[in-house]
């Protein structure tokens, strides 16, 4: 109109528009969160629907909805079908359900490997264990080479000093669902929750460590040997646990406790010794 010198009519006739749209501003639907909300959510629980199916299982659900409106917020949330899925297992826990949230101490642990080379550039790896409640690091085993009889031995000995958890989180690593571990984690009462493949923000908070883990000494430190890797992560670990303020836990580190009642035991120790003599 500005351009030209025509009226909105013939510009709207030329454009094949209808003038009502230059005179109503779009609005939308009071209930367009709450519908937009519900498109999601079945999009990710069914991930080979389209829109189509989705707006009949909306209307079979009570929502007074058409066909292009539900397109219309699919596209708009970026929504699609995969042209290619690749087969996955329904990792289902004992309680029915795929979800898994840390309630106590001793509840879910998670472990992970991480890697890093020694100065002559031979792999290391590491075995982390953390509770996911209370975000202790439990353990890191650092070894050239970790198997499914370490993480065994690893367990067993955490097993013996804090209890047995719950559930145990985990990928589906070799070293993971080998037949012996599982068999060994079932036998002494404990669950395994593994997570699905490709998925490692299902095992978050070890994913979380591992980070700190790599962020705070592994991207900083180079190891001559295997012996001074073992040793200064280990430091790092004790450091993390009994020092590190941790946001999650209000600024306080996850063990607080332990350095100073292991200070304690000592002195009582060495005053009951004095004693003796």
């Known amino acids: 109109m500005r ?35 519900d498109i999601v959510d079945l999009a990710k629980r ?10 009949a299982l909306l209307r079979a659900a009570g929502w007074a909805v058409n066909r292009k409106r539900v397109e219309r917020i ?25 979800g898994l949230r840390p309630e106590h101490a001793n509840h879910v642990w998670a472990y992970e490997f991480v890697e890093d080379r020694t100065r002559e550039g031979r792999k290391i790896r590491m075995l982390c264990v953390v509770d996911e409640y209370t975000r202790e690091a439990l353990a890191i085993r650092v070894a050239r080479r970790l198997t499914s009889s370490d993480v065994i031995d690893v367990l067993a000995d955490l097993f013996l ?26 036998g002494v ?14 095992n978050g908070y070890v994913e979380s460590f591992n980070g700190k883990l790599r962020d705070e000494l592994l991207n900083g430190e180079v190891f001559n040997t295997l012996c001074e890797a ?9 450091h993390y646990n009994r020092v590190r303020p941790h946001s999650s836990l209000g600024y306080r580190p996850p063990a607080p406790e332990t350095l100073p009642m292991a200070r304690s035991q000592s002195s009582l120790g060495a005053g009951a010794a004095a004693m003796a003599h």
């Open 161 to 186: 000093k804090h209890g047995t958890p719950t559930h145990i989180r985990s990928d589906q690593g070799p070293e993971f669902v080998a037949e012996a571990v599982k068999g060994w984690v079932a």
């Open 230 to 238: 073992q040793v200064l992560i280990e430091e790092w670990r004790r």
């Open 189 to 202: 009462g404990a669950r395994t929750a593994y997570i699905e493949k490709a998925s490692p923000w299902e």
């Open 74 to 98: 699919w596209r708009c949330e970026g929504l699609k079908v995969p042209q290619r899925q690749p087969k996955r297992g329904r990792l289902w826990l004992a309680n029915g359900s795929c």
């Open 46 to 55: 069914y991930g080979r629907y389209g829109y189509r199916r989705i707006a």
């Open 3 to 37: 351009e030209f010198g025509v009226s909105e009519r013939k510009a709207c006739a030329v454009l094949g528009q209808h003038r009502s749209t230059q005179r109503k501003a779009p609005r939308g639907a009071d209930d367009e969160t709450a519908l937009t909300a």
